[in-house]
């Protein structure tokens, strides 16, 4: 090809990927224009004669300071978390700090909530009418501030409830019409997850549109979850529940506990950080929950706070819960059976899958070892992808298919197949 062909060639290319006019409105085209001005249209990728990587200077960025609703404790654009065990006033926290922020008040360490905000709280654990708002009241929280997610209207006007894992884009295009919003609260968090909350990748899908809200909108979002049975005295970020892309995405976690008093004294209650990317890891405040007569004949209760705590939350949880360290060990390998149960209920997977999934949930290889013959299950070889296979195993109906031996024509008992010393096989 000659050097003009190849010219022409060039410039018609150049034509199609940057046009002079726009194809939609015919408006006029600056020179490499990615884009119209007026209408919005834009080249397909397919047509863009030249592709490339685009590189961002680290000198070009303009840095910004973390944006805090509460300092040091919860920032805004971002999806922290509140974890703990069922019974030690997460929920209750939560609203503490919705009060703080519809009534401008101050937060536990004396620094004020500057401007008041609404707050925009999706929770399927409690009621409004008989928990929820007495709660709020409780704490003299700005109840017009505040609004409940309680259902999903589709184009028909059919109402259905709110499902966070699919409604989270609907729910934003709500959220902007609210401009002081300062915070989103999601009792339970693994509601925000469709598949299995125990699988990262599925996670990471779930809470992306959570996490994408929070800093479209600039606002704050508080997952509420639990901790995994039997995990005491292990670190606290551990202890989450589900897959360990919740800690991951979040930016903030925070762990409440009951303080046990040998003495029988007044019950106390701790809040403290657990993970944090964006500012210390340590510390927290006692607080005690309180109940309050809201209406006459109505109680509720609410948070009266302590003082501030000092010590990683690890110690401060071990503190509180009284333990030495030593982890309940039948709970953790009850925990582990139930994992396994559910990731081998529709048939047999790749052992490496499970073992992947389990370490994204928490759980040891060790522990899932230990697990494997309480939870009746057994390695088998795939004839068609050449792994090891995990599946349960099966009552068999017929007590003649039962015998797991053989008796060879040697007069020795066999298994119908060897056990393998791969290590795969032992996860």
Same mark, same amino acid.
């Given at each position: 090809?000659?050097?003009?062909?190849?010219?022409?060639? *060039?410039?018609?290319?150049?034509?199609?990927?940057?046009?002079?006019? +726009?194809?939609?409105?015919?408006?006029?085209?600056?020179?490499?224009?990615?884009? +119209? =001005?007026?209408?919005?249209?834009?080249?397909?990728?397919?047509?863009?004669?030249? *592709?490339?990587?685009?590189?961002?200077?680290?000198?070009? $960025?303009?840095? &910004?300071?973390?944006?805090?609703?509460?300092?040091?404790?919860?920032?805004?654009?971002?999806?922290?978390?509140?974890?703990?065990?069922?019974? +030690?006033?997460?929920?209750?926290?939560?609203?503490?700090?919705?009060?703080?922020?519809?009534?401008?008040?101050?937060?536990?360490?004396?620094?004020?909530?500057?401007?008041?905000?609404?707050?925009?709280?999706?929770?399927?654990?409690?009621?409004?009418?008989?928990?929820?708002?007495?709660?709020?009241?409780?704490?003299?929280?700005?109840?017009?501030?505040? &609004?409940? $997610?309680?259902?999903?209207?589709? =184009?028909?006007?059919?109402?259905?409830?709110?499902?966070?894992?699919?409604?989270?884009?609907?729910?934003? @295009?709500?959220?902007?019409?609210?401009?002081?919003?300062?915070?989103?609260?999601?009792?339970?968090?693994?509601?925000?997850?469709?598949?299995?909350?125990?699988?990262?990748?599925?996670?990471?899908?779930?809470?992306?549109?959570?996490?994408?809200?929070?800093?479209?909108?600039?606002?704050?979002?508080?997952?509420?979850?639990?901790?995994?049975?039997?995990?005491?005295?292990?670190?606290?970020?551990?202890? #989450?529940?589900?897959?360990?892309? !919740?800690?991951?995405?979040?930016?903030?976690?925070?762990?409440?506990?009951?303080?046990?008093?040998?003495?029988?004294?007044?019950?106390?209650?701790?809040?403290?950080?657990?993970?944090?990317?964006?500012?210390?890891?340590?510390?927290? !405040?006692?607080?005690?929950?309180? *109940?309050?007569? #809201?209406?006459?004949?109505?109680?509720?209760?609410?948070?009266?706070?302590?003082?501030?705590?000092?010590?990683? =939350?690890?110690?401060?949880?071990?503190?509180?819960?009284?333990?030495?360290?030593?982890?309940?060990?039948?709970?953790?390998?009850?925990?582990?059976?139930?994992?396994?149960?559910?990731?081998?209920?529709?048939?047999?997977?790749?052992?490496? @899958?499970? @073992?992947?999934?389990?370490? =994204?949930?928490?759980?040891? #290889?060790?522990?899932?070892?230990?697990?494997?013959?309480?939870?009746?299950?057994?390695?088998?070889?795939?004839?068609?992808?050449?792994?090891?296979?995990?599946?349960?195993?099966?009552?068999?109906?017929?007590?003649?298919?039962?015998?797991? !031996?053989?008796?060879?024509? !040697?007069?020795?008992?066999?298994?119908?197949?060897? @056990?393998?010393?791969?290590?795969?096989?032992?996860?």
């Amino acid at each position: 090809m000659s050097t003009v062909s190849r010219e022409r060639g *060039q410039a018609a290319l150049d034509a199609m990927a940057y046009p002079t006019k +726009c194809p939609e409105c015919a408006a006029p085209l600056p020179p490499n224009a990615t884009h +119209c =001005a007026m209408c919005g249209w834009a080249p397909s990728l397919a047509k863009r004669a030249h *592709q490339s990587i685009v590189l961002t200077g680290a000198d070009s $960025v303009t840095v &910004k300071p973390i944006d805090w609703l509460w300092e040091g404790y919860l920032p805004r654009g971002m999806m922290a978390l509140l974890a703990g065990l069922p019974g +030690c006033g997460k929920s209750t926290l939560a609203l503490a700090i919705t009060a703080t922020i519809t009534n401008a008040g101050r937060w536990p360490d004396g620094t004020p909530m500057n401007n008041p905000g609404s707050v925009l709280i999706w929770s399927s654990e409690d009621a409004m009418d008989t928990t929820l708002v007495p709660r709020l009241m409780a704490m003299n929280a700005d109840l017009s501030r505040v &609004k409940f $997610v309680t259902g999903f209207l589709d =184009a028909e006007g059919n109402r259905r409830a709110f499902d966070p894992s699919q409604d989270i884009r609907a729910l934003e @295009e709500q959220a902007a019409l609210i401009p002081d919003l300062r915070l989103l609260i999601v009792d339970p968090v693994l509601s925000a997850v469709a598949g299995d909350s125990h699988k990262a990748a599925e996670t990471r899908r779930g809470l992306q549109a959570v996490v994408d809200m929070a800093s479209a909108r600039n606002i704050a979002v508080l997952g509420i979850t639990h901790f995994r049975k039997g995990s005491s005295a292990t670190d606290p970020a551990e202890r #989450v529940i589900g897959s360990q892309a !919740f800690v991951a995405l979040a930016r903030m976690v925070l762990v409440a506990s009951k303080v046990k008093d040998p003495e029988g004294g007044k019950l106390t209650r701790i809040i403290a950080r657990a993970k944090s990317n964006i500012s210390a890891d340590d510390g927290g !405040f006692e607080f005690f929950l309180e *109940q309050y007569e #809201v209406k006459p004949g109505i109680w509720a209760q609410g948070v009266q706070w302590g003082g501030a705590i000092s010590g990683s =939350a690890l110690a401060l949880l071990n503190q509180a819960e009284n333990t030495d360290g030593t982890n309940d060990e039948r709970h953790v390998i009850d925990e582990a059976v139930e994992f396994l149960q559910n990731a081998l209920a529709s048939g047999q997977v790749q052992s490496k @899958e499970v @073992e992947a999934d389990a370490k =994204a949930a928490g759980i040891s #290889v060790a522990t899932l070892r230990r697990a494997k013959k309480q939870a009746k299950v057994k390695s088998v070889k795939s004839a068609m992808q050449g792994c090891w296979m995990l599946e349960l195993r099966r009552c068999s109906p017929n007590s003649e298919d039962a015998h797991p !031996f053989v008796v060879s024509t !040697f007069e020795q008992v066999e298994h119908l197949r060897a @056990e393998s010393t791969e290590t795969e096989l032992e996860f």
